[in-house]
């Protein structure tokens, strides 16, 4: 069952990488951050935008409880 997790975990895990890559960039990066640029709220994510949003959520929460399951059963 342990090693069924690990492995779960680590695909769950490049999953993730992949789906936050795969995202189109909401605003100037790091420069955004001073207040200068509001893109990141203007607007409502729709299409592919939107399920990968969706899905970057899910696969983290996934990530996160398989982990404390892994975490609690290795004590």
Do not use: H, P
């Amino acid at each position: 069952m342990m090693t069924f997790l690990m492995i779960l975990d680590a695909i769950i895990s490049v999953a993730l990488i992949g789906v936050i890559l795969g995202q189109e960039a909401k605003s100037g990066g790091m420069g955004g951050m001073d207040g200068g640029s509001d893109a990141v709220f203007s607007g409502k994510a729709r299409g592919m935008d939107a399920f990968l949003a969706r899905l970057t959520i899910i696969l983290g929460v996934l990530f996160a409880v398989i982990t404390l399951i892994i975490a609690k059963m290795s004590m």
